[in-house]
């Protein structure tokens, strides 16, 4: 009895200790939000969720997959688009986000119109400009194709693929791409040091940006409208919230990995990070829903914005970018493959 | 009842013969082989069974008094017009039975997906226990908000059912498509897509019906009663939360009744 007893012990901390190994809290952050009780992370769901990730077969034309507007190497967004293009080079018209840290996002898209990770990759699933296919469609091509079946097999204990397993696996994989090693977060636990300009930009950011860019996470989670006009007529939050106050609010961004992640706000406007800086010092039209923190703007003399710019840079998380377990599962694949 | 506690004594008596002996099966004598073989067999048959142990409510979508069919059958609407049906699908959750303001039954994870193209949404199947009386019955037409915001659910919370908004947060409750030569659009095309779960525009409506015969009784909505309340010519897509979505999910929930 005591054999059995001490069997389910070492059971219970094995998958305790594999759940610790597939996702980290980084030290000094906050409990992340995303309920992992309801969609417990494994190694082989993750694979299942990397493999869709990189896979158009979400398409409808089988062109375009996630990683088409969310490559790894600019942080998961479309590199030099400032809107992304979908299926017959349809363009949409908000600039697609970087995905990192999603776990700590309470919800998802600029307007924040996604409540649940699980449910964000139905949006660019069935978008017509985007992937312009369905739920539906891509279960039945999933079902169709023999590797996925026995990824599906491995994930799930069932090699029928349906909604809620493809969602949730892609949801999964988004979650593990934490970006957590940026010469900020050495120098945070003593590891490295600031130079001196970037020591005097951390001090600028903290008296004028931190507020909504807020730390560890550089975003507060929250929406605000910062004095963008509106090219393409986008009224923002209130479209989820039908509230007069929410007219051209956006989500705030994180800032991590801004070096690779441009073009800058929700219609990519910006290509430089000096033309966002610009824009807080003397672009800023007012409105009703204008931030009350950005009635003045904020205005930096030249040094000073060299000196910000400096410490934005330092939120590159290197390791992030080229890590070798977000890229395109070849090997995998590849074993899965000829073992068939 | 006496399914389930026949599944209990063969499921402990298995557990006591695995605890018993070792692990492995080959080392089992024959007697208690056959013992664990006939204990297997019997949970089976009683699977089996178990799915026949329900009691079916049916569920009659009428127009006019005849049951409602989709697609190539024009009704007549509101003395002139004609009206058709292409889709019509609608969640019932949280199924319970009342007996004098208490509740005597509720049932488990409540969430049926009524689409009148599919055959098995004739009628719902309930496990009512076999001794309970109640005199109402009491439902959601549409789906709570904390389902809403519970990411990705399996069966007929599937999104591949067609009943998640992709652009935006949450269930559609009710759905009905068709067309009519009173909407004034280039296809003549209704669109109602009725849902929302957050304030002000929560669209969940709490429906109580009173049961007389609680051991034959049927569910049904009057689709003409539905339709009568509409302005089709001005008012015939909805696809997002409003004010009129919530009026017009009120006016649905008040088309079911018992028969």
Known sequence: ?340 | MYYALFKYICFTNLIKIIMSKSISFYKFNITSKAYILCCFLLILVNQVFAQDNCQRVPLAISYNFKPLLLNDTAYAYKVKHKIKFEVFKFYISKITLIKSNQVVWQEDNSFHLIDIEENDSSALCLEIPEDTEFDAIQFNLGIDSLTNVSGALGGDLDPTKGMYWTWQNGYVNFKLQGTSDLCNNPKNEFEYHLGGYLKPFNNLQHIKLMVSNSNKFSISFNMEQFVNGLDLENINHIMSPSAIATELAQSAAKCFSIK
């Open chain 1, 1 to 340: 009895m005591i054999k059995y007893f001490f069997v389910l012990i070492c059971l219970v901390l094995a998958q305790l200790i594999e759940q610790n190994d597939l996702f980290d809290t980084p030290k000094n952050w906050p409990a992340p939000f995303y309920d992992f009780e309801k969609n417990k992370l494994t190694k082989e769901k993750i694979l299942l969720g990397r493999v869709l990730f990189y896979d158009p077969i979400l398409s409808k034309d089988s062109t375009i997959s996630c990683n088409s507007c969310h490559s790894p190497f600019s942080a998961f967004t479309h590199v030099d688009h400032a809107l992304s293009h979908g299926i017959h080079d349809s363009v949409g018209t908000r600039n697609s986000p970087a995905l990192m840290n999603l776990a700590w996002q309470k919800n998802f898209m600029w307007d924040g119109a996604i409540n649940n990770l699980d449910m964000q990759s139905l949006a660019p699933i069935s978008h017509p400009a985007e992937m312009g296919s369905s739920m539906n469609d891509v279960v039945i091509k999933l079902n169709r194709n023999k590797i996925y079946k026995k990824l599906f097999h491995n994930a799930f204990k069932d090699s029928i693929a349906t909604g809620e397993h493809t969602l949730k696996a892609i949801a999964q994989f988004m979650l593990t791409l934490v970006s957590s090693n940026s010469k900020y977060d050495k120098v945070m636990s003593n590891k490295a040091e600031f130079t001196v300009q970037e020591q005097n930009g951390y001090q600028i950011f903290k008296d004028n940006c931190a507020a909504c860019h807020t730390e560890p996470l550089f975003t507060n989670g929250e929406f605000a409208n910062n004095g963008i006009d509106t090219i393409l007529n986008d009224i923002g939050r209130l479209k989820v919230t039908q509230k007069k106050e929410d007219a051209y609010k956006f989500k705030v961004p994180t800032l991590r990995n801004i070096e690779f992640s441009y073009p800058y706000m929700h219609d990519g406007r910006f290509k430089k990070l000096n033309e966002v800086l610009n824009h807080y010092a003397n672009g800023i039209k007012k409105s009703e829903t204008l931030d009350a923190k950005l009635q003045n703007g904020i205005v930096l003399n030249s040094n000073q914005k060299v000196d910000l710019i400096a410490f934005l840079l330092t939120l590159s998380d290197k390791e992030f970018l080229f890590d070798k377990k977000f890229s395109y599962p070849m090997e995998e694949i590849k074993t899965l493959t000829l073992s068939h």
